[in-house]
């Protein structure tokens, strides 16, 4: 049964969750990241840990906003290729994103590489935990997305 576009998702509770998780994440990593980057190569230390931060959450975001728009486009169709292509699609630009950034960015004066590289690893690593944090304290049916007949609708006995 496929839901209309009007009705919201059994999933964007849970994505939800895992942006709130993964900006109170991002925040702490950009907080302390700052910190001990200003303190072990100064202000390139402390803005190469605030780009990664900022980059971890863009990323983050853009994973959550996909599901949700493939879902509004789909009908909450999973098995449609256009979920999977809104999806997959996605991930690919934010492949190539990446990269560009880390190319752009391996070069620049006022990034320190080791302190990007350790921000982003940490807060890669804590965006999963997050999600998996954020998805199992989610409460979404195992059927999800069913609607209930009315009284109308049961015919009599």
Known sequence: MTQSPSRPSSAAPAL???L???G???FA???IGSVVGALVADLPGLLSALIGAGMAFVFLGL???SILIADRVTGSDLLSPAYFGIVIGSWVLKF???LALVITLRDAPFVQPTVLFITLVVAVVGGLVT???AVSRSRVPYVSD????SKDEIPDL
């Open 16 to 18: 939800r969750l895992s």
């Open 20 to 22: 709130i998780y993964g």
């Open 24 to 26: 109170a994440l991002t």
């Open 29 to 31: 990593i950009a907080i």
């Open 63 to 65: 994973t959550a906003a």
């Open 96 to 98: 190539i994103a990446f």
């Open 131 to 133: 999600d998996i944090i």
């Open 146 to 149: 069913v609607r209930l007949p």
